[in-house]
């Protein structure tokens, strides 16, 4: 299994930028977004479901922020608009291979990819 996920860099405040995460391997039932900013926990960002396309996101970025599946090219997208310097972190594609009533941690997930750097300058 492996996750690829691609798109990070530097924006500035108020900017956007596009993450895209290719999973391959197997099936899976949902896929998510974490971040993890330097000397914090990794926090949950959003997520989706590969069959119904339920979405989940965290207060912090929603309306904001849009978690999309494309089925055909196997890919899930992270469309991260309206860019805060407090988004800074390493994001991370997380996948989950069964059905389970949450999304919001990080032990609901079997597979990480290897991270994304994004920076929001002031």
């Known amino acids: 299994v492996q996750l690829v996920e691609s798109g990070g860099g530097l924006v500035q405040a108020g900017g956007s930028l596009r993450l895209s995460c290719a999973p391959s391997?197997?099936?899976?039932?949902?896929m998510g977004w974490f971040r993890q900013a330097p000397g914090k926990e990794r926090e949950f960002v959003a997520a989706v479901t590969w069959t119904t396309g339920n979405t989940y996101y965290a207060d912090s970025v929603k309306g904001r922020f849009t978690i999309s599946r494309d089925n055909a090219k196997n890919t899930v997208y992270l469309q991260m608009n309206t860019l805060k310097p407090e988004d800074t972190a390493v994001y991370y594609c997380a996948a989950r291979a069964y059905f389970s009533a949450s999304y919001y941690y990080t032990g609901d997930y079997d597979y990480w990819g290897q991270g994304t750097q994004v920076t929001v300058s002031s």
């Open positions: 391997g197997r099936a899976f039932y949902a």
